[in-house]
């Protein structure tokens, strides 16, 4: 998979993606990511990228000129999704990230200062993503969050095939609680189930105990989780009160 990210402060990504997982997709050739600085295609000596909006206010606005040229150049020919980090663009969720996992190639803008020409959203990229409702200063955080929730994603990255499919709200659910070494520490103990060797009995607890996590810390996240019939009725329990 090729990622190519559209910033003006492309040295903000260097630590990030010089460490830990995505360094390791990196470097076995799993994932390329090509970071271009909008400057590049700056208009005029200054290399102006951005002017004050029309019909005042305050603030700044990236201008579209700049933008088109930088897309077009780095896409060229081919059909490849385009993504603005916006905090006016949908959720991004799990289900966002195996979306994007599939695709073979996108093209991530980083937003900055009050926001883009709209002619760029109406025009030019393809989809608009947020990261949650709040504000930063850019659009150069949430590409990394991205990019590090779809990398991880890609087949052959993780060491564990099932690792990226028990994570939290894969499925709908939170993950369930997990325990190491040593089995007893400062007389808090280990799950019995957990050391009993019994792949069904865990399989069963574990799948019990995301539905709860879930339902005390994100109950919002339970109308839409795939649960089975039973499951259904365990969770009427849980808000009926008779199972905690």
């Known amino acids: 998979m090729r990622i190519d990210v559209i910033t003006l402060f492309p040295r903000m990504f260097t630590g990030p993606f010089e460490e830990s997982i995505i360094k390791r997709a990196i470097d076995a050739g799993l994932v390329e990511i090509v970071l271009h600085n909008l400057r590049d295609w700056g208009i005029g000596k200054h290399r102006t990228v951005d ?7 305050p603030g700044m606005v990236l201008m579209c000129e700049p933008l088109f040229a930088a897309v077009e150049a780095v896409k060229g020919e081919a059909e490849v999704p ?5 905090p006016q663009g949908r959720l991004f969720t799990q289900k966002v990230a195996r979306e994007f996992a599939a ?19 109406e025009h030019l990229v393809t989809d608009e993503i947020s ?17 590090d929730a779809v990398v991880r994603l890609i087949p052959g990255v993780l060491g564990a095939k099932e690792s990226a499919f028990e994570d939290s709200h894969t499925g709908g659910l939170l993950e369930y609680p997990q325990y190491t070494r040593p089995a007893s520490f400062r007389g808090w103990e280990v799950p019995e189930v957990l050391l009993s060797g019994h792949h069904a009995e865990i399989a069963r607890w574990r799948r019990r ?20 019939a039973e499951e259904r009725e365990f969770v009427s329990k849980l808000t009926e009160g008779g199972m905690l």
């Open 51 to 57: 002017d004050c909006p029309h019909g005042g206010g």
């Open 82 to 86: 385009v993504v603005l980090l916006s």
């Open 209 to 228: 105990q995301s539905i709860i996590r879930t339902f005390k810390r994100r109950p919002d996240l339970l109308a839409k989780a795939d649960l089975t």
């Open 131 to 147: 990261i949650g409702d709040y504000v930063l200063t850019g659009g150069e955080l949430p590409a990394m969050v991205v990019i």
């Open 103 to 121: 695709y073979d190639r996108m093209i991530l803008i980083c937003g900055h200062y009050e926001g883009v020409d709209e002619r760029v959203c």
